[in-house]
Structure formats: C-alpha cells, structure tokens
C-alpha cells in the first residue's frame, strides 16, 4: 500500500485477523524519487491458554506433611508483563505472585505469604513453565486450585489428581502398668507422634520364652488383655498407615495378689539381752512375694533367711535392754502388707532374773453399802518383782444426778509368801450406789497381765411396817406397808374366808 500528500506523517491502524509474523513496507515518494522502508510485525495473542499443573515431586500416592512439596505449571500467553498467577492450596492458604519477572529457586519450609515461582519461557517467549512449592501441616485430602490472570483473560484449573497428605509415624510408646494380676483385663494404649489417622495396629504377645501368646489387630490405639498364668510377657506393637510404620514393645509381669499376712515372734513379748528372737511371717497367697525385715536396732545382729515365695524367717540379737517395734513387710508388684509387734528387752551386768506374771486372781468383798469398806485381793502365783495398780470404771450415772464423789483407798499392801504375791487394797465407794469395775494390773519388767471383776454398792433396804384395814360386814381384810416416811409401797389384799377363822 502507498500513501500520497504532501503531509511528512501519516499513520495507519490495521487488525490482524491471525497470530504470526508480518512484513510491512512503507513507500514515500515525491517529484525527485523514491524510499522504501520494511518493518516486520508479530502479532501475539494476549489470551492466556493451555494452562496445566501437577504435582512435580515428591511422586506417590500418599505423601508427607511437613515435606516441601514442588508444583509444576504450564501456560501460553504473550503478555507476560500483566500476568499473575493465585494458588488456593485447599488448606486456608492463598497465594499470589506475578510471572513478568523470571525469579531464582528457592523452596523453604517457611511458607511465605506470596508463591515462590521458578519461571522459564520457550524459545518463542509465550510458553510459560512455573514452578512453586508448598508444605502442608495437616493431614488430608487437598485440591488446589489454580488461576492464571491477566487484562485480557483468567483460566482456572486444578491438579491433575489430588493429594493425599498423611503424618509420618516418627516415635511410638506403649503405656501399661509394669505389673498386674492375673485374670483381670489390662488395658494397653499406643502413643503416637505425631498423631495419624487410619491407622492399623498390630499386638504381639509373647512369653518369657518368647512363645507366642496372642496375636491381635486393631484400628483403635487401646486394646485390653487379660492374662491367666501367672509370669512375664512382651507386648509388641506396630502402628501403620499407608505411608509409614513404627514399632515399639513393652513388658509386664503378671502376679497374684498378695493376702493373709501372719507374723509371730519368739519369745512373745520379752526376752533378756543377748537372747535371740526368732520371727517367722508368712502369707496365705502371692507370687513373687518378698520380705522385709526391721529390728529398730542398728547395734543388733540379724540373719533372715527365705523359705519359698510365700515365707520368710528372720532371727535378731539385742544388745541393749529397752521396747523395740520389729516390722516385718511382704510385698510384690501389686501389694504392700506390714505387721508390727513389739517387744521389752530387759536384764543388763546389775539386772536379777525376773520371772513372768501368770495365774492372776482377783475377789472382792462386794456386794457392799456405800461408805462400807470393800477389800479387794490379788493373787498371783507365779512372777517376781511385781506391781499392782487398780483401775476404776464406773457405771454411767443420770444427767439429772448429782456429782459422784471419788473413791477414797483406804490402804493398800504387797506381800510374797511361797513364790504367791499377794496385793490387798481397801476402798470406799460413797453414794450413789452402782456398779463399779475394777481392773487389777500386774506387772513386772518382762510381763503385764490383768484381771476385771464387778462390784455391787447396794442402798440399804427402808423401814417400814404393817397395818391391817378391815371393812365391817365383809370376810376380807387388806395389809398395807408403809414406809417410815409415810410412802405406800406395797398393798396386799387378803381375802379371808369365814370357816377359816
């Protein structure tokens, strides 16, 4: 085409109708000749097109959380100057970037707030290849969505399938009681981190012998067992999911519980110093049962020996006289029993053998008036040194009655004759009149016995005397008693019949 004027400027507006690349010539001519000018022309399509993305690495079906995961996108469009690209990752995170500039690679486990584009272009400067990452937290199943925009156009696409995102199983515990009885159901619980769904859990149970007790599986992370011989066991779990598997074991012992502690000491009681107190305790059931012995005596000697599982026996020497506790324990895995008794250890270099206490007998003169004497007697015939001590329990009295007076001694004494001692003691009771129990203790260095008999204080019976009523006319007669106070306490009617008098 040519253009003629006298004009040094003109201008030309022309649609291209395709894509490609066109040779425009211009000619500018006057009187005196002629110039031509050639420019070549590429008509480019703004519109954005072919536009497709997937997941570049890693490849799988199931892939990791807190992994960088590394996106691939293709598109044609010419305009790369007001192109931008958003990435909705299905996760509640939205990214935006703009393609103009071709950035450097660099994939972070930060996640930014824009997209991190690694973009080239094809040799004819409108195929665009991107590159971005992401790390996804959460397990899941995620979409994302993808949109390329310009001026001109937006086009909207997503993976070509999507991704499955799964925790990888890194540590696992088992969490039990070390030790549990036998015929009960335990219960066994899996601790994961980090925590994935859908799981499955394999259990294996073995024996000390490593024979296998039982093999079970489940979807859930608790599982109780119940074991019926006595014994220890291995409890091994797996814990799977379709990316990852770990697993871990534990061990418990099964025992029976421990019952019926008995625990005797001999002599009972007292023993002088330098003898040997043998002890033996022993317990009804329990596996694994263990014994601990305690004197309260560090400067004694002790020698324990073990009899079976169920019982023990120990023997101890005491060096210096005085009260000891001996503490005796049993215990397994699931139970702690203790006794303790106690023991007077007497004698030294200046001490006299003393014999124990027995056959005590106590009397009393009771029944008694109030403010009459009472004398009580104690007998023992067998101990020496002893020491009588009374003790006084009286019967409880009204709220209404008045304050009781205390009980007057009015002497006490201690003899032996022919290896019998004898304890006298005299006492009052003043009003009012009861029931009284007195406890006789008798004691020495090395026993303490006692004995408790009831003593009756009686008011005097009252004064009173008889009176005979008669009615005239009438064979009957009646007795009344009366008290010295005038009190009706007793009436007795008589009837007399007349062929009797």
Known sequence: MSFNGKSRKRKLEFIFQSTGIFTATVHASNAFGILEKNITIIAMDQHIRNVSAQLEEPKGSFLPTDTILLFHLEAFTADRRFTFIEVDFDDGVVKTAAVREKQEKNHSMANPPNVTLFASYGVDGCTISLKFDHVYEEEGVFSPLITLFNNVSSVTTRLQKPLILLHEIRTLDINSSAWAPQGVPILFSVEL?????????????????????????????EIFLTFANIGSYKIQSTVSNALSSQSAFTRIIIQQNVKGLHFSCIPALYLKVGDELSCNASVEEGSDVSFKWDFMDESGTTDVIKLGDKHSAANHTYLSQGVYSVHVEARNGLDILSQVLN???????????????????????APALPGMPVVITATATRGTNLIFDTEIEREQQNSGQKHQRKTIQLYRETKMSNGTTTFVEGLIFPRPAGFHKVTVHAKNNISNTFRTLGIHIREPPLAFHVKVISTPYDPSFSLILQTSKGKWDKIAMLLVQSNLW
Not at 193 to 216: A, L, M, Q
Request: with cysteine; aromatic share 10%; glycine share 6%.
């Open 193 to 221: 981190k980090p925590i994935s769904e859908n799981v499955t859990v394999e259990w294996f149970v073995s024996d000390r012998n490593g024979n296998s007790y039982t093999n079970k599986s489940s979807k859930d992370l």
């Open 343 to 365: 023991f007077v250890v007497y004698g030294g270099p200046s001490d006299h053998d003393e014999t124990a206490v027995s056959c005590l007998n106590v009397v009393s003169t």
